[in-house]
């Protein structure tokens, strides 16, 4: 089975952004922005970095940039990340990352949370020209890893990500991190965890569904 990570929020802790905003109920509000201008870019075709989209995020809410890049390339791993990833391996399956950031931001983030040496390959909506939730990104990974939609299975912690992977014929698992919820007229995804400790067992044993 390939098994393909979204990374921030997934993966990757947005806390350290805190220190950019009045409060984590900001930082909340312009990850929100950035996540509605991603959606506004899938649906109607054009493209835009998602690191600009951030800043500009940045500016329309404070007026003023800061230097949320850096600090972007060096967020540190959910704790239960790791060993997820290292089990599945374990298990026999190939694991690949497909980021929204430009490639060489997802290459840095990976490195920096010591994520990069368990992935055989790393992906970024940007060599597909479109942001997920549109299908060209999903589709990248697919013809690149020359497997079926059915033999792949998308995981992240966000319900728009579930829902693009699953139009474009992917199997899906949930991750309910605090405070992310599934889309309510969506397709249920494979299976709901609670962080990736339970990945590895996950799509053979039924799960009960939680929104976070």
Sequence with gaps: MLWVFD??????????LDAHFDSPEDRERWFALVIHGALVSAAT?????????GSAGYR???????????TMRALPAHPDVAGGLIALRAAGHRLVA????????????????????????????EQAGA???????????????????????????????IAGAQAAGLRSVFVARPGR????????????????????????????????
């Excluded at 329309?60 to 850096?70: C, I, N, Y």
């Design 181 to 212: 919820s599934l889309l309510p007229l969506e397709p249920e995804p494979d299976a709901v965890v609670a962080d990736f400790t339970a990945l590895a067992g996950c799509l053979g044993t039924p799960l009960s569904r939680s929104d976070g």
């Design 7 to 16: 990374i921030n929020e997934t993966m990757l802790d947005l806390t350290p």
């Design 98 to 125: 497909l980021g929204n950031s430009p490639k060489a931001v997802v290459d840095a983030q990976l490195a920096h949370a010591r994520l990069a040496p368990s992935f055989d390959a790393v992906y970024s909506a």
């Design 131 to 161: 942001l997920k939730p549109s299908a060209a990104p999903y589709r990248l990974v697919l013809e690149r890893e020359g497997v079926a939609p059915s033999e792949a299975v998308m995981v992240a912690a966000h319900g728009w990500d």
């Design 45 to 53: 075709g054009r493209y835009r970095d998602f690191s600009e989209l």
């Design 60 to 70: 329309q809410l404070h007026g003023a940039g800061s230097d949320l890049g850096a």
